[in-house]
């Protein structure tokens, strides 16, 4: 992209506030520089009372935001150690808890690719808005990464399992999922979304869902549920494969398969976080071990070799590090969640200010 067309645009129309995030050819990857601005653009519009609504969105056709830029973070790591990427993270976890505790209305236009880094800028909104062109997913274990942008928070909340089959297959789903699973909202075919977004300059954000939005299509996940729900209920991703193997259904032997292709490691440290989350009171203690967790991988070596097989060489076939399940132990499994090198985030403890609830 020119250095003359900002990463991020920002303009008011009516009472609405847009954030468009502006990499259409990177899927509207986010780097540091765009987290600081769509802070920025938050911060400048938080007491301006000429702004009622905030909605976010991506430029192009073809998402909202399909994640971090993963490449700069492998850069970063094999240049030198992460310490970039810590400071990356730690910027865009306080921007995701804000985005939870934003004062005014916040609107997520979740069309096309929402995935990673573009779920903790939307699935925290207020209005999440998703069309029959939605793919959402946090596909981390895919590379070698762990859950986070607090999405440890929010796929525990999810019925059932439906939240720890996403989680550790990285699998993305329709408008529909998206919405059983609490990720979004309100469904608004792709073809109004232009009407409903225009809608926003004067209406109140629930007043345009209800003349815009439609009934949400039926469920792929939901069809799935008992076996979902029984398999994952499991203690150990072991139990979890074993149980996907022999329960009868041909799309549950698939899925483990495509688990046994994950990270040994990173699906093990995944259950882990997404087992302590349950227990976790609030979002913000969620990112604070998010952070923590994310911050082990950058010296971990599955990570690097993730973004390397899937989007660098793109040869699809990573060297995990152990390379199978059963020789992650327990002791690898808790080194990611204890403090590390870059601090912590210090949000569950209050020693951060968001701004007034």
Known sequence: MSPDVPPVRTRVEGRAGHIVLNRPRALNALDHPMVRL?????????????????????????????????????????????????????????????????????????????????????????????????????????????????????LTRAPGELGTHMAL?????????????????????????????????????????????EAVPASELAVRRDWIDSCYAADSVEEIVDRLQSCGEPAAKE??????????????VTLAALRRARRLPALEQALDQEYRVSCACLTAPDFPEGVRAQVVDKDRTPRWSPADLASVTEADVERFFEPGAYGELGLGSGELDLGPE
């Not at 492998?74 to 804000?98: C, F, N, P, V």
């Not at 699973?181 to 004067?202: I, K, N």
């Not at 899925?255 to 093990?268: E, Q």
Request: glycine share 10%; charged share 25%; net charge negative.
């Open 38 to 154: 769509v802070d920025e653009a938050l911060t400048a519009w938080e007491h301006d009372d000429t702004v009622r609504t905030v909605v976010v969105s991506g430029a192009g056709e073809r998402g909202l935001c399909a994640g971090g830029d993963i490449r700069a973070v492998r850069e970063d790591i094999l240049a030198g150690g992460g310490a970039a990427s810590a400071a990356y993270w730690r910027d865009e976890y306080l921007l995701d808890a804000r985005i939870a505790r934003y004062p005014k209305p916040y609107v997520a236009l979740m069309d096309g690719f929402v995935m990673g880094g573009g779920v903790g800028v939307s699935a925290h909104g207020d209005v999440r808005v998703v069309t029959e062109r939605s793919r959402v997913a946090m596909p981390e274990t895919i590379i070698g990464f762990v859950l986070d942008v607090g999405a440890t928070f929010l």
């Open 169 to 213: 297959t990285g699998t993305t789903v329709s408008a529909a999922d998206a919405v059983l699973c609490g990720l979004a909202d309100h469904y608004v075919p792709s073809g109004r979304l232009a009407e409903f977004t225009a809608a926003l300059a004067d209406a109140d954000p629930a007043e345009a869902v209800r003349q815009y939005a």
């Open 255 to 268: 899925v483990a398969d495509d688990l046994l292709s994950r990270s040994p490691t990173a699906l093990k």
